[in-house]
C-alpha cells in the first residue's frame, strides 16, 4: 500500500489549495475545535465532526497515524462573540437548576452517544478545559509577560496591535474583522478580546478561580491555543472548526500563539474549516431554540449512518441543505449500497480477510495500513485501478462527492468476482466510516418512536397479502396495504432490490 496520490489540502491561511505534507513524517498531529456542552449538538455541529473524521480516516488510508485531540469547551464561551454576555454553561446550569458539572458531564455523554452512532473515530485524546485553567494562567502570564496584553476593570485583554497581521485568517486586517463594536469599556482596539475575565465585583460566578487579575475565568479562545499546543507541539499540522471559527477565534488563538513563541508561526500549517449545515431558515444554530437532533432523526426511523452519508455526498466546503427530502435519499441511498454488498456477500461466501480484519476495525486508525494490506492483497489490476481513482478523489481536498459513487461503480462491477469487488468496497470504506460491511437490512430498520406497529407484523401482514394476490383477491391485498399505510408503512412493490417496504417519513 502506498500513498500514490499526493494530499492537497485547502488552506483557510492563504485561502488556496496547498500540498500537504505533516511536520513529522511519521505522524499526523490535528486539533479539532470541540463542542460546547450547555446542550445537545445539533445536526449542524455533527457536520464538523463528520467532516473531522473523514479527514482523519483519509490521512489514515495514506497510511498516516494521527494524534487527534479534540476540546470540551466546559468553561469560558459566552453568549456574545464581544466579551460581554453570560457564560453558556452557567446560563445553562442556573435554568436547569444542576450544577455546571452536571450539566457539561451531562451533555458531554450525549454527544459522545452521538459520535459513536455516526461511526467517528474517538479522538487520541478528548481534553477537557476546565482540567487546564492552571495551564491557561501560566500561558497567560507568559504572553503578559511579552507585553501582549493590557490590564482593564473587567480582566486580562489581548492588545491585537501586537501581533503581525492579525485577522489574516479572517481575510481581513485588524479592527475590520467582523466589524466588532467594542462593547467592553476602555477597550484599545475593537478585535481585542478577553484573555482572563474577572468576576464582577460583588457576584460571585458559579465557576471561577483565583488567577494574578483576581478571582475569575479564562477567555474562551485561551483553552485551544492552550490545549493544542500542550499537546500537539508549537507547531502541528491541522486544525479544525467550523467556519464561523474562522473569523474569530481562530484569530485569536493564532493572535495568542504568536505572542507565546515569540514568533509569526500560527500554531498549524493547515486551518481547515467546513461550512454550514442549513435548513431553510438559515444556518443550523443552538440558539435558535428547537433543533435537530440526531436522536430526533433516529426516533424518525433514520438511520444515523444515512446522515453521515449525506455529510459525506457534499464537498465539505459547500454549504449543505438539511431536508426531510435530503435526508431521505441519504437514506434510500444507504440501503441501496447495504443491499448492493448483502447480494456480493451471498454469492461470495465466507469472506477470510474479513474475519482477519473485524477485530482491528474501530481501534485507532493506525490499523487501517494492516487492514489495507490485508484487504488489498493480491487483488487485479481492475481493482486497483478503481481504488486509484477514489484515492484521488480523497486526496484531492477530500473530494468525497466524486470519491462516492465508485462504491456504485464497484458493486455492479462484473468483471471483478463478488468477493474482489467487496473487498475494494470495504477498503474504500475504511476511509468513509459507513459500515458497509457490517451493517444489514435488520439494522437499518429502525422503527421510529412513534410508529404504531413492529417490524414483525409488518412481515405477517406482508405475507397474508402475498397469499391474498396469489389467490386472485385483490380487495383483500388492497385492504392490508391502506391498513399498513394507516400505520405509516409504504409498500414497495417490485423494489429492485427486493426492499419490501419502508417506514414513511
Ligand atoms: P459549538 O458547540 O457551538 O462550539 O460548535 C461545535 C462545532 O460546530 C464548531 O466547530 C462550530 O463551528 C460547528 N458548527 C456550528 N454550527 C454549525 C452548522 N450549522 N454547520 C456546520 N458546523 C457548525
Ligand atoms: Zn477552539
Avoid at 132 to 147: L, N, P, S, Y
Avoid at 376 to 382: D, F, K, N, S, V
Avoid at 431 to 447: F, Y
Avoid at 472 to 500: C, H, Q, T, V, Y
Amino acid at each position: 500500500m502506498t500513498r500514490s496520490a499526493p494530499v492537497t489540502l485547502f488552506n483557510s491561511l492563504t485561502r488556496t489549495i496547498e500540498p500537504f505534507e505533516p511536520i513529522d513524517p511519521t505522524m499526523v498531529r490535528l486539533y479539532s475545535c470541540g463542542p460546547t456542552v450547555y446542550n445537545f449538538a445539533h445536526l449542524g455541529n455533527l457536520r464538523a465532526y463528520v467532516f473531522t473524521d473523514s479527514l482523519r480516516r483519509m490521512l489514515n488510508w495514506k497510511g498516516w497515524p494521527v494524534n487527534h485531540v479534540i476540546n470540551i469547551t466546559d468553561v469560558g464561551h459566552l453568549t456574545s462573540d464581544a466579551d460581554v454576555g453570560d457564560d453558556k454553561m452557567e446560563l445553562a446550569a442556573r435554568s436547569a437548576n444542576m450544577t455546571i458539572w452536571d450539566v457539561a458531564a451531562f451533555y458531554t455523554q450525549a454527544f459522545k452517544r452521538d459520535l459513536a452512532a455516526l461511526n467517528i473515530i474517538d479522538p487520541t485524546l478528548w481534553s477537557v478545559a476546565t482540567d487546564h485553567v492552571q495551564d491557561m494562567i501560566a500561558f497567560a502570564r507568559k504572553i503578559e509577560a511579552a507585553g501582549s496584553t493590557y490590564e482593564l476593570e473587567s480582566g486580562l485583554y489581548f492588545d491585537t496591535s501586537t501581533v503581525p497581521d492579525y485577522g489574516r485568517l479572517a481575510g481581513a486586517r485588524g479592527d475590520e474583522v467582523m466589524g466588532r463594536i467594542a462593547e467592553v469599556e476602555g477597550k484599545r482596539h475593537p478585535s481585542d478580546f478577553a484573555v482572563w475575565r474577572r468576576s464582577p465585583e460583588g457576584a460571585e460566578r458559579l465557576m471561577e478561580w483565583t488567577s494574578p487579575w483576581g478571582p475569575g475565568a479564562p477567555g474562551w479562545h485561551l483553552e485551544c491555543s492552550v490545549m493544542s499546543l500542550k499537546y500537539l507541539g508549537a507547531q502541528f499540522d491541522i486544525h479544525t472548526g467550523g467556519i464561523d471559527h474562522r473569523e474569530i477565534h481562530h484569530c485569536n488563538e493564532i493572535a495568542q500563539n504568536q505572542a507565546f513563541t515569540g514568533t509569526e508561526k500560527t500554531g498549524a500549517n493547515f486551518w481547515m474549516h467546513n461550512n454550514f449545515l442549513i435548513d431553510r431558515t438559515g444556518k443550523m444554530s443552538k440558539s435558535k431554540g428547537d433543533f435537530a437532533t440526531l436522536p430526533s432523526l433516529i426516533d424518525k426511523g433514520i438511520h444515523p449512518l444515512a446522515y453521515r452519508l449525506l455529510c459525506l455526498s457534499a464537498h465539505y466546503r459547500s454549504e449543505l441543505e438539511f431536508s426531510v427530502e435530503n435526508i431521505a435519499a441519504a437514506l434510500t441511498r444507504l440501503k441501496r449500497l447495504v443491499m448492493g454488498v448483502a447480494q456480493l456477500r451471498a454469492k461470495a461466501g465466507e469472506l477470510a480477510w474479513l474475519r482477519a480484519i473485524t477485530e482491528t476495525r474501530y481501534s485507532r486508525g493506525a490499523a487501517t495500513s494492516y487492514q489495507r494490506s490485508v484487504i488489498e492483497e493480491g487483488l487485479p489490476a481492475a481493482a486497483t485501478a478503481l481504488l486509484a481513482r477514489f484515492d484521488e478523489a480523497v486526496s484531492a481536498d477530500l473530494m468525497l462527492p466524486r470519491a462516492l459513487p465508485l462504491l456504485e461503480e464497484t458493486i455492479a462491477l462484473k468483471t471483478l468476482t463478488p468477493d474482489q469487488r467487496l473487498r475494494v468496497l470495504a477498503s474504500m470504506d475504511l476511509a468513509l466510516g459507513l459500515e458497509l460491511l457490517t451493517l444489514d437490512r435488520v439494522a437499518m430498520r429502525i422503527r421510529p418512536t412513534h410508529a404504531q406497529i413492529e417490524a414483525d407484523a409488518v412481515e405477517a401482514r406482508l405475507e397474508q397479502r402475498k397469499t391474498a394476490r396469489a389467490a386472485k383477491d385483490f380487495a383483500a391485498s388492497d385492504a392490508i396495504r391502506d391498513a399498513l399505510a394507516a400505520s405509516g408503512i409504504e409498500i414497495m412493490d417490485g423494489d429492485p432490490l427486493g426492499w419490501d417496504w419502508k417506514i414513511e417519513l
